[in-house]
Each structure stands twice: as C-alpha cells, then as structure tokens.
C-alpha cells in the first residue's frame, strides 16, 4: 500500500476515527478499514481491471473511503460516490474537504492526489442508467 493512501487514511481517521462517524453523531455501518478496502482494491484490479482508465461508481457511498482510497491508489479517471443518508453525506464531504486540502499542501509536498474525487447526495433510484461507469460498487454487510 502506497504511502499517499496511508496518509489519505491518517487524515480520515483524524476526523471521524478509524470505522467513521466517531462524536459527530455519524451512523457505524458498512465501513471498511484501510487495509481491507486495499485488498479489496487489488482483488478488483486483478479480476475486473479496475485501472486509471475506470469510472468507479460506489452505491451507498457513506464516508466516501472507497472513492477516495480508489481515486487515490488507482487514480482512476472518475471517482463518484452516492449516498441517501443526508448526516453520512456531510461527513464524506469533511473527508473530501480533508483529502483536497491534503492536495493543495502549501509546500507542494503533499502526496495525496484525489481531483476526480466527486460525493453525491441522493438516491441512486433516481439514475436513468449507470453510464458512464465502468466499475460499480456496493458493500452491504446485511
């Protein structure tokens, strides 16, 4: 695992701890650890070429650990995560904001780089279709 993801996830964890939502009064579900999430990550590159060519689509999107470890680790060309749960949202933004601010580090050292970066709310019931995403993901522990 690179050392930009592994600073991308210290940044995180600061926020809202290590499984997400922490005092900000944050639901606890479905969240992966930076570990798992990267080995998950390899597993998609082996077996369904998830590339910097990809668009990567995250249903249920939460915190946004997974659009920001994969447009961080992959650099994938598109990272887009949709979330309903209006309070996980507002969270996924403070990491985004985080992740961005990492990016535009004043000294020009920052290795972590998440442009292509987007966090949606909204139900992804309302999508017409799922183009133009070449990867589309989905973590249900139920």
Same mark, same amino acid.
């Given at each position: 695992?690179?050392?930009?993801?592994? %600073? =991308?996830?210290? %940044?995180?964890? !600061?926020?809202?701890? /290590? =499984? $997400?939502?922490?005092?900000?009064?944050?639901?606890?579900?479905?969240? @992966?650890?930076?570990?798992?999430?990267?080995? @998950?990550?390899?597993?998609?590159?082996?077996?369904? &070429? =998830?590339?910097?060519?990809?668009? !990567? *689509?995250?249903? $249920?999107? $939460? @915190?946004?650990?997974? &659009? =920001?470890?994969?447009?961080? /680790?992959?650099?994938?060309? *598109?990272?887009?995560?949709?979330?309903?749960?209006? &309070?996980?949202?507002?969270?996924? @933004?403070?990491?985004?904001?985080?992740? *961005?601010?990492?990016?535009?580090?004043? &000294?020009?050292?920052?290795?972590?780089?998440?442009?292509?970066?987007?966090?949606?709310?909204?139900?992804?019931?309302?999508?017409?279709?799922?183009?133009? !995403?070449?990867?589309?993901?989905? !973590?249900?522990?139920?």
């Amino acid at each position: 695992m690179s050392e930009s993801t592994k %600073a =991308l996830y210290r %940044a995180i964890n !600061f926020i809202t701890g /290590s =499984l $997400g939502g922490n005092s900000y009064g944050g639901p606890i579900y479905g969240e @992966l650890k930076m570990e798992s999430m990267d080995r @998950l990550v390899q597993v998609l590159i082996k077996h369904t &070429n =998830l590339s910097k060519n990809s668009r !990567f *689509l995250d249903v $249920g999107s $939460g @915190l946004g650990k997974p &659009n =920001l470890h994969v447009a961080q /680790s992959v650099k994938v060309e *598109l990272s887009i995560g949709i979330e309903c749960v209006e &309070n996980r949202h507002k969270l996924s @933004l403070t990491h985004l904001k985080k992740a *961005l601010e990492l990016t535009l580090n004043v &000294n020009g050292t920052s290795p972590v780089n998440t442009p292509n970066c987007y966090l949606v709310h909204g139900n992804i019931c309302d999508a017409i279709n799922l183009n133009p !995403f070449t990867h589309v993901y989905m !973590f249900d522990i139920g």
